[in-house]
Nanobody, 122 residues
Framework: QVQLVESGGGLVQAGGSLRLSCAAS????????MGWFRQAPGKEREFVAA????????YYADSVKGRFTISRDNAKNAVYLQMNSLKPDDTAVYYC???????????????WGQGTQVTVSS
């Protein structure tokens, strides 16, 4: 089992950057693929990015490709989301999630953090 805690959200102007962090508890963090998802008010949760257990594979939603970068540090039990060139449409609560299977489908992920708010002003 793994517990996840996100941090790093906040208010930023359009064009700015933020780096989200997700700290994981548990000795088997390196066994899990990790994902970032987001949910804007009135919208369904959507996939943002995923990274394999080793960090060797990454996958991005088209809406963030080229602007966001997912990475992980298994020695620190952490996964990160570097967000550059932020747009107002990126405003949402961002969640990290963990699962043994690498993918972009929200229902497949077994473990979720509580989320961190990202607000991008125009």
């Amino acid at each position: 089992q793994v517990q996840l805690v996100e941090s790093g959200g906040g208010l930023v102007q359009a064009g700015g950057s933020l780096r989200l962090s997700c700290a994981a508890s548990g000795r088997t963090f390196s066994s899990y693929a990790m994902g970032w998802f987001r949910q804007a008010p009135g919208k369904e949760r959507e996939f943002v990015a995923a990274i394999s257990w080793s960090g060797g594979s990454t996958y991005y939603a088209d809406s963030v490709k080229g602007r966001f970068t997912i990475s992980r540090d298994n020695a620190k039990n952490a996964v990160y989301l570097q967000m550059n060139s932020l747009k107002p449409d990126d405003t949402a609560v961002y969640y990290c999630a963990a699962d043994y299977t690498y993918g972009s489908s929200s229902p497949q992920y077994d473990y979720w953090g509580q989320g961190t708010q990202v607000t991008v002003s125009s």
